[in-house]
């Protein structure tokens, strides 16, 4: 025991006659940990029937925003309940819909009936119980337009994306939008202007979350290299971006989800990302909440 003393003594020597910063290891340490995450929170009725369960887990988790379907069947009250828990906690809870069509002109109606809900629940409900955000899954690369009729989808999704940018507004709450990270690949031209789909959906929204699910960090496929364009893009336009990850098992493919390596691995994968984008505004974005649950450690 006092040879292994006396070795560590001598190693702690060393470190401080060479200038090892015990502080900055510290600190830099603790920055690891305080990375903000998000989730997406798909089963409403889980917030009816196990709300505290739900909240204990986001708080062990560093979750700060729920993204929270919305079962417009579901009263006031149980939102009400535990938008109110999830605020005293400092956690945050967006307005969670969309579908593939909402892409289209006929579709913008389910968009609109989704919206007026918000309005409703966020007039009859006090502060600490509304939403602070709305958050849009649309994916309309899934709609049967974007290949037969491209630039018609893209207008559509687009005028659909700044309709609910506008209301966001109106509400004074942010937007947040999915987008995959191949977004950068596709472009536009028409009245919104020309260029780069993910730039337009970053600069049209608060906090876009770019889907970049991969079960690794580093390569020319892994996550660093999928979000790179959209950090850089983010980063030049002022605004934080998401960074999301898969924990479910899926059948698009094994490297897409951390499903079968389990929650260390992907943590430690996650501290890949965080060293690379030191200096960034981003969070972490984990799909999703009951998946994550199951997942091994």
Known sequence: MKSIKKVLGLFAIV?????????????KASAMQEVPRSTWLWNTSLIKTQPDAILLFLQQKGVKQVYLQVDQSMPFSYYQSFIGKASANNIQ???????????????????????????NYQRQTSSSQRFTGIHLDVEPYLYKGWNSNYKGTVLDYQTALTKAKNFAKQQGIVIGADIPF?????????????????????????????????????????IIALVKN????????????????????????????????GEAFMNTELGKVQNAYSGYNYL??????????????
């Open 182 to 222: 191949w977004f950068d690949e596709q472009s536009y031209s028409n009245k919104y202007g020309k260029g780069s789909l993910a730039k337009w959906v970053i600069q049209n929204t608060d906090i876009p979350t770019v889907m970049a699910y991969r079960d690794f960090a580093e390569g020319t496929n892994g």
């Open 15 to 27: 470190m401080i006659i060479f200038g090892f910063d015990f502080s900055s290891f510290h600190s």
């Open 230 to 261: 959209e950090m850089q893009i983010a980063s030049t336009l002022g605004k934080t971006i998401a960074i999301g990850v898969e924990t479910g098992q899926t059948s698009e493919g094994s490297q897409v989800t951390f499903y079968e390596e």
């Open 93 to 119: 809870v967006h307005a969670l819909d969309g579908a593939p069509d909402w892409a289209s002109s006929a579709g913008m109606t389910k968009m609109d009936t989704f919206l007026n809900w918000v309005q």
């Open 284 to 297: 972490f974005a984990i799909h999703h909440y009951q998946s994550w649950v199951d997942i091994k450690q």
